[in-house]
């Protein structure tokens, strides 16, 4: 993504940027709209599969890392359950040594417990649910290019394909 490509007299210091200059204005800042609110690189990746984009899927991770960063909620959410691990492993040696009560400690223990459980559980449904929409949008996409490929010179089902594609991939977002 590195390498400077040049095109009419501008200097492109990645794929992704002259790709987008090659858009329809609106397509391209609808584009840059969903890659800036979107979380998922994944989807990001498969809304420009839609739109044309024959780069690498590393060159767009890196481009969306450069412009637009991301929340990391899973290592949010790690590190939280590493903390509350931890504090329930203090508490209990405090319960432990009688610097708290039994019965106050035993009541702050199971509250930390709890807590901890609920994270674990948002963490294994952030992953499942993550995985299989991940899954699910490669596929399309994999189907969409191959579609695209195979039909590409035939302009008959181009366009008839290229609308298809499009009712698909809103279908599938408004579905995920």
Known sequence: MATKA?????VYLNIVDQWLD?????????????AEH???????????????????????SRWVKMKYRKLDRRGILN???????????????????GEIKGDNGAARL???????????ETSERMNHSTDKRGMILSGADRVMR????????????????ENAINAIWSKLYSEM
């Open 6 to 10: 040049q095109t009419e007299g501008k």
């Open 22 to 34: 090659t858009l329809p204005a609106a397509d391209s800042e609808d584009f840059r709209d969903f």
């Open 38 to 60: 979107t979380p998922s690189v994944i989807e990001i990746w498969v809304y420009s599969g839609i739109l044309g984009y024959d780069g690498t899927f590393n060159d767009l």
């Open 79 to 97: 590190s939280e359950i590493s903390a509350l691990h931890s504090d329930i492993q203090e508490l209990r040696m405090a319960i432990t040594s």
């Open 110 to 120: 199971a509250a930390l417990e709890k807590e901890l459980r609920a994270h674990i």
């Open 146 to 161: 191959e579609m695209t490929a195979i039909f590409k010179d035939d302009p008959q089902f181009a366009e008839p394909i």
